[in-house]
């Protein structure tokens, strides 16, 4: 408590920072920082199996690169709270049409791993632009579809469509079926929150089913993921079934930490799989810890940017959080063999730079939108 009270004293000592501290959301800063403490904590389970499977020398290699990553992506997360609502918006549009580039230079020249070409290798770090174009991608839709609050002319729902859709069709040229889920289930989130007709929402909808026949019919690789998950008996689900053998290993208090045993013969243990680790090796209580520091994140989350008087604030504050929101249930039901397996990660606890600098990038911009403004006229901005 000392600490802590030194530290705040610290901050007094100089103005702007302590207007920011007085004004953030404390209470989800606090929950982020946890989940990347419990993801670098997770990391030293999954980093020697990961290592060795992976022929690295050093079997704490992936421990190192996530410490490096939590600290950078802290830092952005930290740097974007900052933001007046006017900067969130510009921000968020220089970052679409940076990523709508790296995401377009992929197509050429980009990393293929596993059938699918997502990443630009740059050394030994390897950037997925679609990670950092969807909150962008979110702050800007919710911008065109509350301006119709200041002009009733203005076509909005064109306008966010078309935002959405390029970055969509160039996820499915990778192809990132997962991706695409999450950012359309998310963008019609957005646009229920706005208050568009139903009948929008209902065309949405249904185009939406269109693009899922066209899947089954042209994406031999999204057909497969169905098959193997409506028939597993007869299709290879080696991952998806050693990450249930590790569930079900766990029990009630799980085998210890650093203590699980299936973690070294899954895969994708330090990234798609965390979760299955964590239950293996701290049990359902663990599991039930974790996945509750998640509820109250996004929950409280949305609550409070549902308090938000300003249109675009509170939007935009609500599709931050749902997008988060939805990728760690995608992720959490993966793990559980809800859904199928969508190569998607469980933000700030899975291994990879590329998603945790996106989620802090989301949660960045969430906590700038909802930062307390006592002394500036948010409405109309």
């Known amino acids: 408590m000392q600490a802590i009270y030194s530290f705040q004293n610290n901050i007094k000592k100089i103005g702007w920072l302590n207007v920011w501290w007085q004004n953030i959301d404390r209470v989800t800063l606090g929950l982020v920082a946890t989940l990347m403490t419990i993801g670098l904590i997770l990391s030293f389970g999954s980093s020697p199996a ?18 490096f990553f939590v600290v950078v992506s802290f830092s952005i997360l930290l740097s974007i709270s900052f933001l007046s609502i006017d900067n969130v918006r510009r921000f968020s549009l220089l970052l679409y049409v940076v990523s709508i580039v790296l995401l377009l230079t992929i197509l050429g020249i980009g990393h293929t791993a596993k059938g699918a070409q997502r990443w630009l290798r740059f050394g ?5 632009p679609s990670e950092i ?6 702050i800007l839709v919710s911008w065109v579809l509350t301006r119709r609050v200041y002009d009733k002319g203005f076509h909005a729902e064109f306008v966010g469509l078309a935002i959405v859709a390029f970055p969509i069709m160039i996820f499915l ?6 991706q695409t889920i999450l950012l359309s289930i ?14 929008w929402l209902f065309g949405l909808f249904g185009t939406g ?3 899922l026949i066209l899947l089954f019919l042209f994406k031999p690789h999204f057909v497969d993921r169905i098959d193997k998950f409506i028939n597993p008996e007869n299709n290879d689900n080696y991952q998806v079934d050693r990450g249930l053998d590790a569930i079900a290993s766990g029990e009630i208090f799980g085998r210890g930490a650093g203590e699980g045993i299936i973690k070294h013969i899954l895969p994708d243990v330090h990234t798609d799989f965390i979760f299955s680790l964590a239950v293996e090796e701290w049990g359902m209580i663990g599991a039930f810890f974790l996945m509750s520091l998640f509820a109250v994140l996004i929950i409280r989350g949305i609550h409070v940017a549902s308090k938000i008087s300003d249109p675009f604030a509170q939007t935009s504050g609500i599709g931050l959080y749902l997008l988060f929101g939805f990728q760690v249930a995608i992720n959490l039901a993966v793990n559980l063999n809800l859904i199928p397996a969508k190569g998607m990660t469980l933000p700030f606890i899975s291994y990879g730079g590329s998603s ?3 989620s802090a990038i989301t949660l960045g911009l969430a906590l700038a939108i909802t930062r307390k403004r006592p002394y500036e006229a ?3 901005k």
């Open 173 to 178: 040229m990778q192809p990132d079926v997962g």
């Open 133 to 138: 174009i969807k909150p962008a991608a979110i």
């Open 50 to 67: 990961a290592a060795a499977r992976l022929d690295y020398d050093n079997p704490f290699f992936f421990v190192y690169r996530q410490a």
């Open 378 to 380: 948010v409405l109309g």
């Open 124 to 128: 030994g770090f390897s950037l997925q």
């Open 186 to 199: 998310s963008y019609l989130a957005i646009f229920w929150v706005a208050g568009i007709s139903g009948k």
């Open 209 to 211: 089913i269109i693009g």
């Open 356 to 358: 945790l600098i996106g």
